[in-house]
């Protein structure tokens, strides 16, 4: 009994800290209303953002190839693609033929944006890869930058779903 109390202890610390340093890297960031946000991915597929989270949240997920943390969230990213509406922007990874090769060699299938030049990220003050934000609605519902769990993304993303259906009634 003693070692699930304290087992229940370094959880909840590890949570606060967790929240703690997720609030201070994403602090500056934009929230509240997205403005239009019309991409086109490397497939040459035309997607507005804003529109697809009026339909259910969007997970937009800021990552690069050569960031080492990404190496560990993109599988995640990858698995929530199949239920989940994802749009990830690749920040100066090369050229699209690079990004594609990549996302081949990892078999990663979500919808990718080549932001080769930076601009995207810099519009939305990207300071840190990866970044997942949740956009419900056409307003930013839940950042969280570096390394993140499969449980801990799509617990975000299932709360969104349940915040977005309940406004609807």
Known sequence: MKFLKQLAVYLAIFIAISFAVDSWRSRGLPSGPIDALSVVTIEEQQHDVLA????????????????????WVSPSIN??????????????????????????HHDYQFATVNDNTGELARRWQINATPTVVIIADGEIVSYTTGASTPAGLWLRLKWAQLMQKLEKL
């Open 52 to 71: 697809r989270s009026h339909e259910q949240p969007v997970l937009l997920y800021f990552w690069a190839t050569w960031c080492p943390v990404c190496d």
């Open 79 to 104: 698995w929530l693609d199949g239920d989940h509406e994802v749009m990830s922007i690749a920040i100066r990874s090369g050229n699209d033929a690079r990004v594609n090769s990549y996302l081949r």
